[in-house]
């Protein structure tokens, strides 16, 4: 309260009457002291109040942005944690294992359910402080799986939680409830599938009191006992509080009976009456309601009387708001104690002055009357105001005396003022310089500190620091708390519309003063009608590093002089900056140095190149060598090496010195402390210091003394057992061969014999038929001829032939019987085909490599092995998809090469049925390509969309005799012999990949002529 406002309330208007008609009567002795009293005290009582009301205005408008900057910043962290628990839920809802169980029948969920019960309670993990559990609920609203195992089997289908995500198809975020003596929120996510449909609700229990442990840090980082955050809902019921816990749950004031009943149903309210659900604050609720215009307001929190100021901001994830409250007697204390201050100074001045007026007025009193006009002007505020001295009696001397004293007044008030704003600027100066001084090597505390001093130094409100993020080439707001927020503000380097990203790009000041008439929206500040700013680059040799950003909401706000300190604050700043990062990664690259030097598990040393002293050396090179790592240091390298090794090494030293090598790698001989012989495994490189004048060298000793001894007794022995096992493992390869291609030429004999007798005994018979269709057709038309011949002659046939005409159906049998033979015809040629190809696939009569068409093999085998590929019952189609390229002939063993081709085939046809097996809605298909690589060698690929193989199964399908069929079906050679004919007899490539649930594929690639002059297929 000001000094004024003291006044006014203590002295009435009669009182103030009374006092004048008093004075009125009174001696000019007392008049005079009165006079000197009012002159002496009245500037100083008009200063001082002018100046409390300034410091309180100035005090309650700061007071009231740290507020709302303090609030912004609690609603800033309650968003990013409620973005980063819907980011992380809606993650978590597309993990394969949680799609595929939801996708399953009951009789695969339960197959799949300990998997799926894994995976929860995986993520139940990540925090098990705050997460209580984890649902998975199925379209019907059934929950299926949750890490409470109580819950298993509930119905869910009426709580928001699932409904919302189902309906909108998005991530949500439930209100807090009490429940189970637990308050606690929900974020949930639809699930799905690969089709985009929703198959059902990820639900994620959180416990709510996280968002009390955030309102309590945001508390603390405020830094004063006295000011606290709250958090309340749309309804205005507390959901956290920073400074009691009591009143979490309960309303601002008594809810109309029908919403406290439906609150306290969806446990959204504390249990009870209305008056242990709610608090009577409506002062309170007004200001929140008028938050929209004004975020600042003054009230009453709980039963406590004294006033607070309060400021409060909503969330954007949620409708709800966080209000911070602070004393106003804290932010207010100051102007306290400039009232006791000025107070005690002005009974001190009064004293005096009364002291002076007594003695002169026994002198004065009548000589003073001239000198009325003078004192009243002066007394009215006119201190420039002067008495002539005209004589050196006392009257002379009262008005030189007068004077004196009025320009005494005048300089003590104009020295007090400036020494006041001496004080404040002298004092924020030395503030500002200390605290950057102490943050240089801290970047967050050098920026924190930086933006304190702007605000402070010239009484800014809105200063920012953008850092660039080169990897995205965006601007960053630097946010002072303590903890990064998650999504900070960031702003395009591109942008035109912005003036820091204009300044960031040109690497130059720039400024605007904006007065629309209308509202101009504002990148970096929002909508407003006046502003002024000014963004300035931290540059350090041409690199940007940021963009400070200063704005105010007045136009013309910033003058020339101005902008130039803002130049300089920017360019210390940025030096500081660029200072903190080099010493940060010193000191990180100093630190990790320093601990695998000492906790290194081999022997470490530094040793000087003039003396070849050692001046350090880790613990394990001390226990090596049964030293003390202080002992250690009083040797050099040549008093610790076996003599016989010396002159080797320093041979090899001298060549790391001279620069003709970085490094070296050598085996030698140490000696240690008890003169036994140490070998090590030691590695040397050169350093080279700035800070350092000689350059050092770095030493890394592996013991391997037990290596050597144990080389030393395996020599001998390994030469021998050497020899016996390369016999054993050539013959063991040998014989693996033989058995391979014994079996393979037994197959291949008998399978050539079988499909040469039965394509020969075929082909007889079907020549046979084949020849005599042409003539029977030639006869049939001779036939055809005769009748029509006897039709053109004899129209009118006796009657039995007419009969009999019409009881054969003449014109039928004629017509039908040219179809049989046409039918006929094509049957013989089809059988003539596939004789054809059973022929070309055996290749009996083609032993030798020579020039061969690669897609007459292919199309050949896919002939005979057309009865596996077409629909069957309980088989269906294998769709064969062929991509050919055009190809040259390719030298190659013909008959071998069409195995290769009926292998891989056959192995595809078998992975396509396993599959139908498990999923009879897939459509088998089988794709072959062929690709010229280049002027030497093709390409063929045989793929399928069967149900693939492991990468350990994968690895072994090369080798003899392994299978993953069943008993009977096969025997492990189909694709060890297809191998050893693409690579050994071909010199070509034949690999294989796969994916378990994607198909397999096989890929050849063989050279079009033959580099080798192969043996002949056995």
């Not at 660039?468 to 900070?488: E, K, M």
Request: net charge neutral; glycine share 4%.
């Amino acid at each position: 309260m000001s000094l004024l406002r003291i006044l006014y309330q203590r002295i009435s208007i009669q009182s103030v009457n009374a006092w004048m008609r008093t004075f009125q009567l009174s001696s000019l002795r007392s008049k005079l002291i009165v006079s000197f009293l009012s002159v002496a005290l009245l500037p100083l009582l008009i200063v001082s109040a002018i100046n409390q009301q300034a410091m309180q205005q100035a005090l309650i408008a700061s007071a009231n942005q740290s507020l709302l900057a303090t609030a912004s910043q609690t609603a800033l962290s309650i968003d990013a944690f409620i973005a980063n628990n819907l980011n992380a839920v809606r993650v978590e809802s597309q993990l394969p294992l949680v799609i595929r169980y939801l996708n399953s029948s009951v009789e695969d969920r339960n197959r799949q359910r300990a998997d799926a019960e894994a995976v929860l309670r995986a993520l139940n993990r990540k925090d098990t402080l705050n997460i209580i559990s984890y649902s998975l609920i199925t379209l019907d609203g059934i929950t299926v799986l949750d890490t409470n195992i109580g819950e298993i089997g509930s119905d869910r289908s009426h709580q928001d939680y699932f409904q919302r995500p189902i309906s909108s198809g998005l991530p949500f975020v439930s209100p807090v409830r009490y429940s189970a003596q637990t308050m606690s929120i929900h974020f949930s996510s639809p699930v799905r599938n690969a089709f985009g449909e929703i198959t059902g609700v990820l639900a994620l229990r959180y416990n709510a009191n996280a968002l009390q442990r955030l309102i309590n840090q945001n508390t603390q980082i405020f830094g004063r006992r006295d000011a606290f955050a709250i958090l309340l809902d749309e309804n205005y019921v507390r959901l956290a509080h920073g400074y009691s816990t009591n009143s979490i749950l309960k309303s601002l004031v008594p809810l109309p009976t029908l919403k406290r009943e439906q609150l306290q149903a969806e446990g959204r309210l504390r249990p009870g009456s209305s008056e242990e659900a709610s608090t009577n604050l409506p002062q309170f609720q007004a200001g929140l309601e008028r938050m929209a215009t004004l975020p600042f307001f003054q009230t009453h929190i709980a039963d406590s009387r004294e006033l607070k100021a309060a400021a409060a901001t909503r969330l954007e994830t949620m409708p709800w708001v966080v209000v911070f409250v602070q004393s106003r007697s804290s932010f207010l204390a100051p102007i306290r104690a400039q009232f006791y201050q000025t107070l005690g100074l002005g009974l001190a001045i009064a004293l005096a002055v009364l002291a002076v007026a007594v003695a002169m007025g026994q002198w004065l009193a009548q000589p003073l009357l001239h000198l009325t006009s003078i004192m009243t002007r002066f007394t009215a505020g006119n201190l420039k105001a002067r008495a002539q001295v005209a004589s050196q009696d006392e009257t002379g001397i009262l008005a030189a005396c007068f004077n004196t004293m009025a320009n005494q007044l005048e300089k003590l008030v104009q020295g007090l003022e400036e020494r006041t704003r001496e004080l404040e600027v002298s004092q924020a100066v030395t503030v500002a310089v200390s605290e950057l001084s102490r943050s240089l090597l801290d970047s967050r505390k050098l920026l924190q500190d930086a933006i304190s001093t702007m605000q402070a130094l010239f009484d800014l409100k809105d200063v920012q620091i953008y850092l660039f993020d080169r990897a995205t080439q965006t601007l960053q707001a630097f946010s002072p708390d303590s903890q990064t927020p998650v999504n900070p503000t960031r702003i395009e380097i591109e942008s035109d519309m912005s003036l820091v990203a204009q300044a960031a790009r040109t690497r130059l000041l720039k400024s605007r003063s904006l007065k629309q008439p209308k509202q101009f929206y504002q990148p970096e500040g929002g909508y407003s009608q006046e502003r002024s700013q000014v963004a300035v680059p931290l540059t350090i040799g041409g690199k940007l590093l940021g963009v400070l950003d200063i704005q105010d909401r007045t136009s013309q706000r910033f003058s020339e002089s101005d902008l130039e300190t803002f130049k300089t604050l920017a360019a210390q700043i940025a030096i500081a900056l660029e200072n903190a990062r080099l010493f940060d990664e010193i000191q990180q690259a100093e630190s990790r140095f320093r601990t695998i030097f000492e906790d290194a598990p081999i022997g470490m040393a530094l040793v000087n190149l003039e003396d070849g002293k050692i001046f350090q050396a880790n613990l394990a090179f001390s226990r090596m060598l049964d030293y003390s790592p202080e002992d250690l240091i009083q040797y050099s390298f040549v008093d610790l090496t076996y003599p016989d090794d010396i002159d080797n090494e320093r041979f090899i030293l001298n060549q790391l010195i001279s620069g003709e090598i970085d490094k070296y790698h050598i085996e030698k001989r140490y000696i240690t402390r008890t003169q036994d012989i140490l070998w090590g495994n030691l590695t040397v490189s050169l350093i080279t210091e700035k800070e350092r004048e000689n350059p050092y060298c770095l030493g890394m000793i592996e013991n391997i003394t037990k290596r050597k001894q144990t080389e030393a007794a395996l020599q001998e022995s390994e030469t021998q057992y050497r020899e016996k096992a390369q016999e054993l493992e050539a013959t063991l390869n040998e014989l693996q061969k033989t058995q391979t291609q014994l079996i393979q030429t037994e197959k291949m004999s008998s399978l050539g014999q079988l499909v040469a007798g039965v394509a020969h005994e075929i082909n007889n018979p079907v020549n046979f038929i084949y020849g005599n269709i042409t003539p029977a057709s030639e006869y049939l038309q001779e036939m055809i001829g005769l009748l029509q011949l006897y039709e053109q002659h004899y129209p009118q046939p006796i009657p039995e032939i007419v009969e009999r005409i019409e009881e054969i159906d003449l014109c039928f049998l004629i017509d039908d019987f040219q179809k049989v033979l046409a039918s006929m015809k094509v049957g013989a040629e089809r059988i003539q085909k596939i004789v054809l190809s059973l022929r070309n696939f055996s290749r009996l009569d083609e032993a030798a490599m020579k020039p061969v068409d690669i897609h007459e093999g292919i199309d050949n085998s896919l002939v005979i092995l057309q009865n596996k590929l077409k629909d069957k019952p309980g088989h269906p189609e294998i769709k064969v998809i062929k991509d050919y390229e055009k190809l040259p002939l390719v030298e190659c063993y013909a008959g071998q090469l069409n195995q290769v081709f009926m292998n891989l085939l056959t192995n595809s046809i078998d992975a396509l049925e396993e599959t139908f097996q498990l999923n009879s809605e897939q459509k088998p298909t089988i794709w072959i390509q062929t690709r010229s690589i280049n002027s030497t060698e093709i390409q063929i690929q045989i793929r399928d969309n069967g149900k693939g193989m492991s990468e350990a199964i994968r690895n072994k399908i090369f080798d003899p005799f392994f299978t993953t069929k069943s008993v009977g079906k096969g025997t492990g050679l189909g694709l060890a012999i297809s191998y050893q004919i693409v690579v050994e007899k071909h010199r070509g490539q034949l690999t294989c990949h796969s994916t378990p649930g994607k198909g397999s594929t096989f890929t050849i690639q063989i050279p079009i002529k033959s580099v080798l002059t192969l043996p002949s297929s056995p």
